[in-house]
């Protein structure tokens, strides 16, 4: 099968949603595309003395409401495609959280696991060069994404600055603390995210204390997901996954340990007294709360019918496409939508 093209399906959400509130045309045409965007090509001098040429993005959706915002991803999957998807996801994220922000979203075609240190920040600072002119406190605010981080926020700021002339912390966050990062970002995402499965059960009647829950992805949503679930919620986490595979256990998870495992092994797997999970069974075990904490598209129509949990809480974004959603619907699954559910990030 292959895989659904994440914007078409973020137009298609749109186009249902503006049916069911009788969207003015005019603004459901305004909505459905990016309002802007730009393609850059960026030579880095790589470890070996060659250079590199990578591709990169930064897509400004609507700003109708305020300065765009949204995170850049380093990922070699990368279209422009699943940016303007997330772009627009963004922009409906901030109109929800009624926050004074527009929707954006960067990225760059890259892999940052078989990438130095050094490599990794001359991608980072040759991305900023190339988009300086179109971002800025009041205009365009990046954050992290999938493979970004700190660090990479820290390097993007201080090119930035050092283009202005001056320090500019305002230009993007998920910055370390110490560069004027938000006390509570680095578990923001997640705690959103819980706090909404906490209003959740009250309409599904899942007991927290009772409850088994599966992780997939295990970054910075995901982990905090797990962490927070087991330490706030009192769940019990009976699967993680990342991008090598899965771990199942019904005794449970310790999240704690199971990030110092991947911190030292670059991975879940092989967790001890573990059994190895694909990422395709995760989605479908029988637990009562189900975390897609990845990347999009993974649930779709072919395994929705198998997915048995109560409650799904989309971290990610994008991960049920719309002919999934309505099997689920169907099936009496609770899915708590992304833009909601992974709104902690942007609103800290
Ligand atoms: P991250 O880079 O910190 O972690 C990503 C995790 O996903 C890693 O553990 C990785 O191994 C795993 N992964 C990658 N490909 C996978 C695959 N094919 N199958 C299973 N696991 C896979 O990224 P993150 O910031 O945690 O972002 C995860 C999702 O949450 C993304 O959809 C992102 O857009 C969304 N999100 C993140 C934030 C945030 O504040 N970080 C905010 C809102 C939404």
Redesign the pocket.
């Known amino acids: 099968m292959t895989k659904p093209n994440p914007f078409e399906v973020a137009q298609r959400q749109l186009d249902e949603c503006a049916k069911i509130l009788r969207l003015d045309p005019d603004i459901h045409a305004i909505l459905r595309v990016p309002a802007r965007e730009l393609h850059v090509s960026l030579p880095v001098r790589m470890d070996d003395g060659t250079i590199h040429v990578f591709q990169g993005f930064r897509v400004q959706y609507n700003d109708a409401r305020g300065p765009t915002k949204g995170?850049i991803?380093f990922h070699p999957d990368e279209t422009i495609d699943t940016v303007r998807a997330?772009a627009a996801w963004m922009t409906w994220k901030c109109a929800l959280l009624n926050l004074p922000l527009g929707g954006a979203k960067g990225g760059v075609v890259c892999n940052p696991k078989e990438m130095s240190r050094g490599e990794l920040e001359r991608l980072s600072r040759a991305y900023i060069q190339a988009i300086y002119r179109f971002i800025g406190p009041d205009k365009d605010i990046p954050?992290?994404?999938?493979?970004?981080?700190p660090q990479i926020m820290a390097w993007m700021m201080d090119e930035y600055s050092k283009i202005a002339g001056k320090n500019q912390f305002g230009v993007i966050t998920?910055k370390p603390l110490s560069l004027g990062g938000s006390a509570g970002r680095d578990d923001?995402?997640a705690r959103g995210g819980i706090f909404i499965l906490r209003e959740a059960v009250k309409e599904c009647g899942v007991d927290l204390k009772k409850a088994t829950v599966a992780v997939?992805?295990?970054?910075?949503?995901?982990y905090h997901a797990a962490y927070l679930a087991k330490s706030l919620l009192g769940c019990k986490i009976v699967a993680i996954?990342?991008?090598?595979g899965g771990i199942f256990t019904e005794k449970g998870l310790d999240p704690e340990q199971v990030r110092k495992h991947k911190t030292k092994t670059g991975?879940v797997i092989n967790f001890p007294n573990t059994k190895a999970i694909s990422?395709e069974e995760l989605l479908e075990l029988e637990v009562d709360i189900l975390i897609p904490?990845?990347?999009?598209n993974?649930i779709t129509e072919k395994n929705a019918p198998n997915i048995k949990a109560k409650i799904v809480a989309e971290?990610?974004?994008?991960?049920t496409t719309p002919e999934a959603d309505d099997v689920l619907y169907k099936n009496g699954v609770h899915v708590r939508a992304?833009f909601l559910c992974?709104a902690g990030?942007?609103t800290v």
């Open positions: 995170g991803r997330l954050a992290p994404d999938v493979y970004t981080n998920g923001a995402t997939q992805g295990y970054g910075n949503a995901g996954s990342d991008s090598k991975s990422n904490a990845a990347l999009e993974v971290l990610a974004n994008g991960p992304d992974n990030g942007v």
